[in-house]
């Protein structure tokens, strides 16, 4: 028994889970994709902890029509799915590839058929090959090339979706991919990040202007990753260290949407970013998003480090904290997204928000058909309290998304860190909802 109810949330709340297509659905050479950034990335050898790819992940290319049914068995409304942008233009930019559009065709319309609404996210990180060779974000053509995908999938699907989200946490994708060489294309260093970062934030409003011209009644949105940030100390340069992580870490993509610019007052190093920035920009960095999503796991604490070029703040490591940690080794820490709802809903612009994405990953043994999982059903339980504390506080927050539907390809982790509502036997593909998904479904049930 939980201390509250569905009721609580309001009639108006959705309720979903989210995925993203590399993560998910295989069939990598299937009906003429192109490879991704991440087919590279994930068959580079070092590059992913476990040695695994996306060749096959959970085959949800064969098997989308089951697996959409979880959500209705749990009693959600909301599918929240990512289009893969090598499917539908295998070339990035150019012919438009008809099985890739039928493919997310069928997935529509199972999720319509079984009376749930598709939340479409644009990209969800698996930029075309092609385009990478290119210069990938880094290269300011890509506003364009972006461009040019958005409009074929608006035209495609807009009959259809209602719900757009532009991009999945452009800081991550930004700063693992071109800054720290963490994820693909796996490129490093300020040279790289900060022109990424631009052209990321420039395509963030040009694809919402193009959603607009071209989706007829259309709900617009972008995902933003966060992370509540505390200073480690009560020192000047602890606190002083802790507002320019928070400007990198929550500001960098909000901010230029909002038409507030970039945070560099904070995080001076971003001054930097000028020198990509060609006049009229600023004012094209603005877009009026009907909703924005807020993606999070955890809080982080930082201190000051004279050798954290950048932003001078070193993370204090999760384990260090000595409270819950998943297996991502990631701290439970509920409040978290309470605070961060109190945060984003200060800004003046923003009008509504959805939390995208939470959820958390523990090991997890079947026994039978039954996967039991407690500590992720107290994660949820815990986070949805504090979803529900900053509601009755006034903060408009709309949605609750799960991450995720199904356990997958978690990244440079590999298959390991299991996520799921739905568990997946990646050698038989055979799949079992959890008892977390069964507690949704009695949760949820009128
Ligand atoms: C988010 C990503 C998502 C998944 C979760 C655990 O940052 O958007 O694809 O990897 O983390």
């Excluded at 990938?136 to 009959?159: H, K, L, M, P, Q």
């Excluded at 007829?216 to 802790?242: C, H, M, N």
């Excluded at 955890?298 to 950048?310: C, E, H, Y």
């Amino acid at each position: 028994m939980t201390a509250f109810s569905k009721s609580d949330f309001g009639p108006g709340f959705s309720w979903g889970v989210a995925t993203s297509a590399y993560q998910i659905e295989g069939a990598v050479s299937e009906d003429g994709r192109s490879p991704s950034i991440w087919d590279t990335f994930s068959h580079t050898p070092g590059k992913i902890k476990t040695g695994e790819n996306g060749d096959v992940a959970c085959d949800f290319y064969h098997r989308y029509q089951g697996d959409i049914a979880f959500i209705r068995q749990m009693n959600m409304q909301v599918h929240r799915f990512s289009l893969a942008w090598p499917r539908i233009l295998p070339g990035g930019t150019g012919p438009v590839n008809p099985k890739g559009l039928d493919f997310y065709h069928r997935v529509i319309d199972r999720t319509l058929e079984l009376g749930l609404k598709p939340w479409v996210t644009l990209y969800h990180w698996d930029l075309p090959q092609v385009l990478e060779d290119k210069g990938g974000w880094t290269n300011r053509e890509i506003v364009s090339w972006f461009g040019e995908y958005v409009e074929v999938c608006a035209r495609a699907f807009g009959d259809k979706v209602k719900h757009w989200m532009v991009l999945n946490e452009p800081t991550v994708f930004t700063a693992l991919g071109y800054m720290q060489g963490k994820h693909a294309p796996g490129r490093k260093g300020l040279g790289n990040f900060l022109p990424a970062v631009h052209h990321a934030a420039m395509a963030q409003a040009e694809g919402g202007r193009i959603l607009r011209a071209n989706v007829k009644d259309a709900q617009i949105g972008t995902t933003f990753s966060a992370s509540y940030v505390e200073a480690a100390g009560p020192t000047w340069l602890s606190r002083a260290a802790a507002a320019s992580y928070d400007a990198v870490v929550n500001r960098l993509f909000i901010e230029p949407a909002l038409g507030l610019g970039y945070p560099w007052k904070a995080a001076p190093f971003l001054l930097a970013l000028k020198r990509y920035i060609r006049p009229g920009d600023m004012e094209k960095l603005a877009f009026d998003f009907d909703f924005i999503g807020l993606q999070t796991y955890f809080r982080q604490q930082v201190r000051f480090d004279p050798l954290a070029l950048g932003t001078f703040a070193r993370e204090i490591p999760h384990a260090e904290r000595g409270g819950e940690l998943t297996e991502m080794g990631w701290e439970v820490w509920p409040e978290n997204i309470y605070l961060l709802l109190r945060q984003f809903s200060a800004y003046k612009g923003v009008k509504r928000i959805l939390i995208t994405e939470n959820g958390a990953a523990f090991p997890d043994t079947p026994q039978g058909e039954r996967v039991s999982d407690p500590q992720r059903l107290k994660y949820i339980q815990d986070h949805l309290a504090q979803v529900l504390r900053a509601k009755r506080e006034g903060v408009p927050v709309e949605g609750y998304f799960y991450w995720s539907l199904l356990d997958n390809f978690e990244w440079a982790e590999g298959y390991r860190p299991r996520f799921g509502l739905v568990y997946v036997d990646y050698p038989t593909q055979k799949r079992i909802l959890k008892d977390s998904g069964r507690w949704f479904g009695e949760f949820l049930a009128n």
